[in-house]
């Protein structure tokens, strides 16, 4: 929300809500590719609604969140899941280049665990190659993403995803950490 207070940062917002004009395709990419290098607020605007974009191009898409996040600033990392996350339609269309890409230095970052333990999950839901074994890496080694994946689970989850669900309860309900015991 603090790009989207300042004026580089809502311009950058507004023109990610242009996706629905497809031909400006060219200058919308053109003008938010110029902001790899721009403030963190700037790209958080971006990357606030950015899964938009894809309805205009996904690989290139895929390529500015890259570019946007290749620094891995926390806040960046660490923006909430939405239906407008870029990183929900991602792990649908090229799960693999994520896998190799992105995960092994994104899931360094502490601070963003409750968003990658999510986003991990329900890709191994979706049953991406891989999804499973980061989900796991990234569990045993952090309680923060543990914590938040137990806490992401509700009800209707555990009616629906009960095989997805009961492996990561089973396997860390002895755990000594507190946080994770009262979840």
Same mark, same amino acid.
């Given at each position: 929300?603090?790009?989207?207070?300042?004026?580089?940062?809502?311009?950058?917002? &507004?023109? =990610?809500? /242009?996706? =629905?004009?497809?031909?400006?395709? !060219?200058?919308?990419?053109?003008?938010?590719?110029? /902001?790899? *290098?721009?403030?963190?607020?700037?790209?958080?605007?971006?990357?606030?609604?950015?899964?938009?974009?894809?309805?205009? *191009?996904?690989?290139?898409?895929?390529?500015?969140?890259?570019?946007?996040?290749?620094?891995?600033?926390?806040?960046?990392?660490?923006?909430?899941?939405?239906?407008?996350?870029?990183?929900?339609?991602?792990?649908?269309?090229? &799960?693999?280049?994520?896998?190799?890409?992105?995960?092994?230095?994104?899931?360094?970052?502490? !601070?963003?665990?409750?968003?990658?333990?999510?986003?991990? %999950?329900?890709? %191994?839901?979706?049953?991406?190659?891989?999804?499973?074994?980061?989900?796991?890496?990234?569990?045993?080694?952090?309680?923060?993403?543990?914590?938040?994946?137990?806490?992401?689970?509700?009800?209707?989850?555990?009616?629906?995803?009960?095989?997805?669900?009961?492996? =990561?309860?089973?396997?860390? =309900?002895?755990? !000594?950490?507190?946080?994770?015991?009262?979840?």
């Amino acid at each position: 929300n603090v790009g989207i207070n300042r004026v580089r940062g809502a311009a950058a917002f &507004f023109l =990610v809500k /242009c996706y =629905v004009q497809k031909q400006y395709k !060219e200058e919308i990419f053109g003008a938010l590719e110029t /902001c790899k *290098d721009a403030s963190l607020s700037t790209k958080g605007a971006i990357i606030f609604q950015q899964a938009f974009l894809s309805n205009l *191009d996904t690989k290139r898409n895929l390529e500015l969140y890259l570019s946007l996040t290749k620094n891995m600033e926390i806040p960046l990392l660490r923006i909430q899941l939405s239906n407008a996350h870029p990183l929900l339609y991602f792990i649908n269309t090229d &799960f693999d280049r994520l896998r190799k890409d992105f995960f092994p230095e994104a899931l360094k970052v502490t !601070e963003a665990h409750h968003v990658f333990s999510v986003l991990l %999950w329900i890709a %191994w839901v979706r049953n991406l190659n891989g999804a499973k074994d980061l989900l796991f890496d990234l569990l045993d080694g952090s309680n923060y993403a543990v914590e938040s994946l137990i806490n992401y689970f509700d009800k209707n989850s555990v009616k629906e995803y009960s095989k997805y669900i009961m492996p =990561v309860v089973l396997r860390y =309900v002895d755990s !000594e950490d507190e946080k994770v015991g009262a979840q």
